[in-house]
């Protein structure tokens, strides 16, 4: 599994079953949120080589599905 400075829940079942894994699972799912929206409050980050080519990947992607909306709202508001 990729490190980030969140928790790691040990499975996916895991994950979903406990406390601890429910909080772990809720703190990856901000960390991504965060990422995909590049807002990045600094409180974590990706820890290890995976993670950040995962992270900058997932940036890479929102600039792209960001452009692509933005280019069919203008065709969209030219017709």
């Known amino acids: 599994m ?9 499975s996916v079942t895991a994950a979903l079953t ?3 894994g ?3 699972f809720y703190k990856l799912v901000s960390f991504s949120y965060i990422t995909f929206l590049t807002i990045g409050y600094g409180n974590i980050g990706p820890v290890g080589w995976g993670a950040r080519i995962l992270v900058a990947l997932e940036v890479y992607l929102s600039v792209i599905l960001s452009g692509l909306v933005l280019y069919a709202l203008i065709k969209r508001s030219e017709m």
Do not use: M
């Open 2 to 10: 990729f490190a980030t400075s969140a928790a790691q829940p040990a």
């Open 18 to 20: 406990t406390p601890e």
């Open 22 to 24: 429910q909080a772990a």
